[in-house]
């Protein structure tokens, strides 16, 4: 079993920055890649970004690319994404999730277990 808790979501003007965060437990952190997805009110959850167990290989959502980046510390058993130039269509609750391989997919079938999320919401 994996325990996944989110940090750092909030209320920000467009523009601005977040950082959030993934405490994760339970399993060996480098063994599995993680990924953060994201739910707006009345849509689908969406792939974010993703990243390999090792931290070497990223992957990104193409509306995400160049304003956010994901990385992790597995001595720490964190993940992280940088939110840069956040735009109002970026408000959403946020989840870090865990992935079942070593490398990351960007379906939602792809991981098996899920933080509870945190709101993100971007003011125009």
């Known amino acids: 079993q994996v325990q996944l808790v989110e940090s750092g979501g909030g209320l920000v003007q467009a523009g601005a920055s977040l950082r959030l965060s993934c405490a994760a437990s339970?399993?060996?952190?480098?063994?599995?890649?993680m990924g953060w997805f994201r739910q707006a009110p009345g849509k689908e959850r969406e792939f974010v970004a993703a990243?390999?167990?090792?931290?070497?290989?990223?992957f990104y959502e193409d509306s995400v690319k160049g304003r956010f980046s994901i990385s992790r510390d597995n001595a720490k058993n964190t993940l992280s994404l940088q939110m840069n130039s956040l735009k109002p269509e970026d408000t959403a609750v946020y989840y870090c999730?865990?992935?079942?391989?070593?490398?990351?997919?960007?379906?939602?079938?792809?991981?098996?277990?899920w933080g509870q999320g945190t709101q993100v919401t971007v003011s125009s």
């Open positions: 339970g399993r060996t952190f480098s063994s599995y890649g």
């Open positions: 999730a865990a992935g079942a391989t070593f490398i990351p997919g960007k379906s939602l079938h792809d991981y098996d277990h």
């Open positions: 990243i390999s167990g090792s931290g070497r290989s990223t």
